[in-house]
């Protein structure tokens, strides 16, 4: 007897389930059980229907790994005769169809029934790129866990190149150059760096500019605010410390000043830490905008 054809395989769907890693979404709860629950952990949406062989055939491979994962992912099954609206947002045209959500967008998504261990494979992939999604948040709130999750996650996938961004990126952040550096050295190796990448390498060049004593420096610098290359000095050290607004802030005073001497010093190294920035930074829009209105 064929899995599709058997009765527990039959029976499976639509029952209360006896694990708090798979739920039955409604038209009511759809958007909590997976637009917001994928905010928190990965959510896999499994689209079915009680009529679909194949759909009989994937569900219970679905929730056998979804009880033996233990909260690595949360399970989303939504029958397309009970939610068709959420089946149209996503797209659904044949079922079974699944969809690998994080952080509310769609990371991954197959049709049709899948065998076993290429169902693990699958939900391993998709679980990693969940776990950079969760490393970039704790980035801001927790950077030592962040680098604890990227630390992990480079053992299991050396070889993932986002990983070793957001591991250099936070290896960087915790002032361990000398790691940064080789995790640099592996990026550049294959003869190209991603833009994130870039980023790194800008603020690692920046970091180099950091002095000893930046309280020292910032001393120095109130004493003498006509000294215009001891701002510069200022501006440096700030920038190797990741203080970046402060040090925006300081060049473009420079620049203001003295447009030929050495404020076209800070002006190049505004451009420095523009390219460290992320894209989306606030400083990034404010301070290029700030330069742009000096110069023209």
Not at 6 to 12: I, K, L, M
Not at 89 to 96: A, D, N, S, Y
Not at 170 to 186: D, G, K, N, S
């Amino acid at each position: 007897m064929s899995m599709s054809d058997s009765p527990d395989a039959q029976e499976t769907e639509g029952v209360p389930h006896d694990s708090p890693w798979i739920v039955d979404t409604t038209p009511e709860t759809f958007e909590a059980d997976v637009l917001a629950r994928s905010q928190e952990l990965l959510v896999v949406l499994d689209f079915w229907a009680p009529w679909c062989a194949p759909c009989r055939q994937l569900g219970p491979v679905l929730e056998k790994l979804a009880k033996e994962y233990d909260g690595g992912f949360m399970l989303v099954k939504a029958d397309t005769e009970k939610v068709p609206q959420a089946a149209a947002q996503f797209g659904v045209q044949g079922i079974p169809a699944v969809y690998a959500v994080v952080d509310g967008m769609i990371a991954n998504a197959f049709n049709g029934a899948m065998p076993e261990a290429e169902l693990r494979d699958w939900i391993d992939q998709v679980l990693v790129v969940s776990s950079l999604a969760e490393a970039a948040r704790l980035e801001e709130v927790a950077p030592d866990a962040a680098l604890a999750k990227y630390e992990s996650l480079a053992v299991k996938d050396p070889k993932n190149a986002d990983i070793k961004i957001g591991l250099a990126r936070m290896l960087l952040h915790a002032e361990r150059i000398e790691e940064t550096q080789a995790v640099m050295a592996e990026l550049e190796a294959r003869g190209y760096l991603e833009p994130e990448a870039e980023k790194v390498k800008a603020a690692l060049d920046l970091f180099g500019m950091k002095d000893d004593d930046l309280a020292e420096t910032r001393a120095a610098a109130a004493a003498k605010p006509d000294d215009r290359q001891l701002q510069f000095h200022l501006a440096e050290s700030l920038a190797g410390a990741q203080q970046y607004e402060e040090a925006l802030e300081t060049c473009l005073t420079l620049v203001e000043q003295d447009r030929q001497g050495v404020g076209e010093q800070a002006r190049l190294l505004m451009l420095e830490i523009f390219r460290a920035l992320p894209g989306d930074s606030p400083l990034l829009a404010k301070f290029q905008r700030k330069l742009s209105m000096l110069l023209y």
